[in-house]
């Protein structure tokens, strides 16, 4: 017991500091690159690790797998897009005003399906995103169908659209880092015991007094709000939305498997898994163009199968159950 509270102070210690190394690098690096290709690249795996940590506060550290989060992340960015086309409100406002409608919508959803067990909620969640994407394709009046929305290209602070690629660098890299801290701060807090506790045994949690019903609402709430807001920073970056962009289902299922990669129900296991697949897919993009259709995904699955056999923990999940923690004892034992 003496030894482990040390322990765990140091690694969290350790943790913190690469972490700020890794940002700092973050924001340094872009400054020395001139190429918007290479931009590019940073503003995708900013904006992927942090829908992708949205995506892991649910179904990471309450273990309830979630199909829907394209729902959420379409549910941003439409309503951000279509205040201000139609009112000139700014995506600001719309980015708050579209995280709320997403929360709320999540909290009824998790209402209606937190009753349902394991696969059965998966399903449940998947025919909730797959509605989204009907709607969305089909209410023309609201969203233009499949033909989308494009936003006016008219660059200052109030519109959220920039002239060149760096102030997205830093606006992506601003959210990923304040949804690294809210996972940070629950994984750390008692709402973060409490869904590890569900997630570990449900059974066993309500024993205890887990309240698990209003722990998953929170959770759900605060995750569905922090996709609605990648969905606008999204709709802002590219200035053209549509279906096919925001609310398939092919969404839900890459930040799952980004997530699941990296490391599930941890705080840089989003990340990780966004830097190592981003890259990926934009390399076989420009080398092979649609040559290959479909190719990325091929290496998505492929990937996947051999973290599971090799990781199932996940990259960071098992590097912090076994190398990370015998990393930290060398380094504090060679301070001694």
């Known amino acids: 017991m003496n030894e482990s509270k040390p322990s765990t102070h140091r690694g969290n210690t350790l943790q913190i500091a690469v972490l700020i190394l890794g940002f700092l690098a973050a924001a340094i690096g872009p400054l020395f690159i001139k190429n918007d290709f290479y931009l590019d690249g940073f503003i995708l795996i900013f904006l992927w690790g942090a829908f992708s940590g949205a995506w892991n506060i649910i179904s990471g550290y309450a273990g309830m797998v979630s199909l829907c989060h394209n729902a959420f992340f379409a549910i941003g960015a439409y309503t951000s897009t279509l205040l201000f086309l139609r009112f000139g409100i700014t995506p600001w406002a719309g980015l708050l005003v579209g995280g709320l409608l997403a929360a709320a919508v999540g909290l009824l959803l998790g209402i209606v399906c937190f009753r349902l067990r394991s696969h059965y909620f998966v399903l449940a969640t998947l025919a909730f995103g797959q509605v989204t994407f009907?709607?969305?394709?089909?209410?023309?009046?609201?969203?233009e169908g499949a033909e989308g929305l494009a936003l006016p290209i008219e660059p200052s602070f109030y519109n959220m659209i920039f002239q060149g690629?760096?102030?997205?660098?830093?606006?992506?890299?601003?959210?990923?880092?304040?949804?690294?801290?809210i996972s940070y701060s629950i994984e750390n807090s008692r709402l973060g015991y409490y869904l590890t506790a569900?997630?570990?045994?449900?059974d066993a949690a309500r024993a205890l007094g887990v309240k698990t019903g209003r722990v998953r609402l929170i959770a759900m709430g605060i995750s569905s709000f922090l996709a609605a807001v990648t969905g606008?920073?999204?709709?802002?970056?590219?200035?053209?939305?549509?279906?096919?962009?925001?609310?398939?289902?092919?969404?839900?299922?890459?930040?799952?498997?980004?997530?699941?990669?990296?490391?599930?129900?941890t705080v840089?296991?989003?990340?990780?898994?966004?830097?190592?697949?981003?890259?990926?897919?934009i390399f076989l993009r420009a080398t092979l163009g649609t040559a290959v259709p479909g190719l990325h995904m091929?290496?998505?699955?492929?990937i996947l199968i051999?973290?599971?056999?090799?990781?199932?923990?996940?990259?960071?999940?098992?590097?912090?159950?076994?190398g990370y923690p015998a990393f930290s004892r060398k380094l504090y034992k060679g301070r001694s």
């Open 298 to 302: 091929i290496i998505y699955g492929s």
């Open 165 to 181: 690629k760096l102030p997205y660098v830093y606006l992506g890299l601003a959210l990923l880092l304040l949804v690294m801290i």
């Open 232 to 265: 606008t920073f999204y709709a802002q970056y590219i200035i053209y939305i549509d279906p096919s962009s925001v609310a398939r289902l092919q969404l839900s299922v890459q930040v799952a498997l980004f997530t699941i990669v990296g490391g599930l129900g």
């Open 306 to 322: 051999l973290v599971l056999l090799f990781m199932p923990k996940g990259i960071y999940g098992t590097l912090k159950g076994k």
């Open 198 to 202: 569900f997630r570990e045994n449900e």
């Open 134 to 143: 009907i709607i969305s394709t089909n209410w023309r009046s609201l969203t």
């Open 268 to 281: 840089l296991g989003p990340t990780i898994g966004a830097i190592i697949f981003i890259p990926i897919t």
